[in-house]
């Protein structure tokens, strides 16, 4: 038995989430203790240079490295994940039909899409014949991956088959691939073909 009488401060679970990453409004009990101890978690990560980015609108929470100095270094505590050409490509993707959806549908607030359906459109970007064999080989790695990053969340379709399986795509694509990286991307695939 422990005789040390430790005290902690009530949003400790909510800064541990966050350190693992993103926090969503579905999760009820830590987005509401998110929002009432907001300023006091916002001073805990600017002091270790980072910024708690919060999206009300769209219900979710995550950290951001704060820049150091001008050689755009960071602390080093948020990690980023390197994707392969393959994977930034379906994020892309993922993003425009994000997009596209908001803009055709108001009364839905989440998009959900199948894996048979996320694939056949994928294809189309893909003329060459060898890069959509690559494609279509790795796929489910990539959309496996998609989700560990939080992109994509799988629906619990444990009753259907693969190509029946549902994931909705998460906001926080938005906040991570922003409209000045979509076009950027957009222009680099023009260049390529």
Known sequence: MNDRNITY??????IVKLL??????????????????????????EKIAIDLI?????????????EID???NTIGLVK??????????????LREMLDEFE????D??????????????????????TNKVKLLTEFDNYIKTIVEIGFLKKIDDSNVSKDDTRYEVRR????????????????KLEQNV
Not at 23 to 28: G, H, L, R
């Open 108 to 129: 839905q607030r989440n998009l959900y899409i199948t894996h048979k359906r996320l694939k056949e459109n994928i294809e189309l970007f893909f003329k060459e014949k």
């Open 70 to 72: 001008e050689e755009g």
């Open 9 to 14: 401060e009530p949003y400790a679970p909510v």
């Open 20 to 45: 693992n990453g993103t926090i969503y409004d579905e999760s009820e009990k830590l987005w509401n203790d998110l929002l009432l101890y907001q300023v006091p978690i916002t001073q805990f990560f």
């Open 172 to 187: 926080i694509i938005k906040a991570k691939i922003t409209n000045d990286v979509l076009e950027e991307f957009k222009n």
């Open 80 to 93: 980023r994940i390197p994707l392969k050409y393959e994977t930034s490509m379906i994020c892309m993707f």
């Open 54 to 66: 919060v999206d009300k609108k769209d219900g979710y929470a995550y950290l951001k490295q704060i």
């Open 103 to 106: 803009i055709n549908n108001i």
